[in-house]
């Protein structure tokens, strides 16, 4: 196999090297001295040895571009200070700020050097007879040394400063396989952080992932919703704002935040927020209008906001609003998901306790014959849901369906089966979701019997639960 050959590059001053040069020209030097060095390191290397010589380059751009870039990356460089050339010097220090080796410095009578660079060894080629033979056996030991020890440092400027050069292409390709290490790590916390149920643990993988890749915005939302379920809700909005930073067009992050704002707002009722997480289910809107869970969201967000005085006051118009979005929900999800269903049923519960005596009656007898409608969809979505699509959600959309259908027994069986099932980290959320209406009905006294008995039974038992209590 041809070894690769070893590439040196000779900077010396073009023309007439000076009065005190024995050889006079460039050519002189090429062949008397620099001929000789070369083939006495391809037998002392065993490998094939190129030169290029400064003053032979004939390229187009300027010289400085040429002889910088053959400072940069020249396996061997060999500066001959013969003639005290100024350029010659800039190339060494340009070479000596680049590399930590190998370089060597020549000249053929000493009158030329330059003290002011300091103590770095100078092998001298001519004056003398005998420094040529012996000028041109030290360069050769010099660069073999210099080659077999790859930690040695020559340059003056590198043995002051701790420093490691590399091309532009070399670092931006280092830069990527971090990135790329970054990525692939901070996904691993992530999906480590999602495969815990316990919350405390799924916090902490979840800030490991997102040190590791701060761009992970995966992270960052997930983070947000694992922080809203802890009862952190300023480092849960933090989060949140943080991954719609790193992805603004990430429908999901602006549904999530908003809902997260306006859950927010309802206890203790805060008008802002409510506004504010109205307008995050918009920007979800602007880049999917029809998305129907960002719809129903948006209904939830309205009743909240139409709610957020009552008893003292209710916006009955705001009300309507949120009933328009959940039955756009309920069409764009051609009738097939109950959640819609259910909460424009669940509207006009409330607007039977606003309105008179026949009013009530007629919004009563609507939600009655809704919740009876949809109640077979109900059952089949809880038949088929698999642990996987987080059952309790079909399930307490069922409960409701039995409760005000007057099934009250069978809804608090149930109840308490969706609640055994809802783990630490998601019980937060599912909570505040389940319970907002039922505080809603208690404060318009809209419902009675059994039913009223049922429905105060869950607001006390849900406001004090937590997953740790409900699952023991």
């Known amino acids: 196999m041809t070894q690769k050959p070893l590439k040196i590059f000779v900077a010396m001053p073009g023309g007439d090297l000076g009065l005190n040069a024995s050889f006079r020209t460039s050519e002189g030097v090429k062949k008397g001295f620099l001929e000789p060095i070369r083939k006495g390191l391809e037998e002392a290397l065993h490998r094939p ?52 080796n190998v370089t060597v410095l020549v000249i053929q009578d000493m009158k030329d050097y330059k003290p002011n660079i300091g103590q770095q060894k100078v092998i001298q080629y001519g004056g003398k007879t005998e420094n040529l033979p012996e000028g041109i056996q030290r360069t050769v030991n010099a660069i073999v040394q210099g ?202 519960l409330l607007l039977a306790g606003l309105g008179d005596k026949n009013s009530r009656l007629v919004h009563l007898g609507t939600a009655q014959t809704a919740f009876t409608r949809v109640l077979p969809l109900c059952q089949y979505k809880v038949n088929q849901a698999s642990e996987g699509s987080k059952p309790w959600w079909a399930m307490l959309d069922l409960h409701d369906c039995l409760l005000f259908s007057g099934r009250v027994d069978e809804a608090a069986t149930l109840l308490a089966k969706a609640k055994s099932l809802i783990p630490e980290t998601e019980f937060a959320g599912v909570r505040e979701a389940f319970l907002s209406p039922y505080i809603d009905f208690l404060s318009l006294t809209v419902l009675d019997g059994a039913i009223l008995d049922a429905a105060k039974v869950i607001s006390q038992e849900w406001s004090s639960a937590s997953a740790t209590t409900v699952q023991k």
């Open 49 to 100: 040895v190129e030169m290029k010589i400064e003053k032979d380059e004939d390229r187009p751009g300027s010289f400085g571009q040429s002889m910088f870039k053959e400072a940069f990356e020249a396996e061997v460089y060999l500066a001959d200070l013969t003639g005290a050339n100024p350029n010659v010097y800039l190339e060494l220090g340009v070479r000596w700020a680049a590399r930590d």
């Open 147 to 348: 080659l077999r020890d790859k930690a040695h440092v020559d340059s003056l400027v590198r043995l002051s400063v701790p420093v490691v050069t590399c091309s532009q292409k070399e670092w931006e390709e280092m830069r990527q396989t971090i990135e790329q290490l970054r990525a692939e790590r901070g996904e691993e916390y992530l999906d480590a952080a999602m495969r815990t149920n316990d919350l405390k643990q799924r916090i902490e993988l979840l800030l490991k992932a997102i040190h590791v890749n701060p761009f992970l915005h995966a992270g960052h939302y997930e983070l947000g919703r694992a922080y809203a379920n802890s009862g952190d809700k300023p480092k849960a909005a933090e989060s949140y704002r943080e991954a719609i930073r790193l992805s603004d067009r990430t429908a999901k992050y602006h549904k999530d935040f908003g809902i997260f704002l306006s859950r927010w707002g309802e206890e203790p009722p805060d008008q802002a927020k409510i506004q504010q997480g109205i307008q995050a289910l918009g920007n979800a809107l602007e880049i999917d209008d029809a998305d129907a869970d960002t719809q129903a969201a948006l209904g939830g967000a309205m009743r909240r906001l139409a709610m957020w005085q009552a008893p003292r006051h209710v916006d009955v118009d705001k009300l309507e609003e949120a009933q328009k979005c959940y039955d756009r929900a309920a069409r764009l999800s051609n009738g097939n998901d109950p959640y819609p269903l259910l909460n424009s049923a669940r509207i006009e």
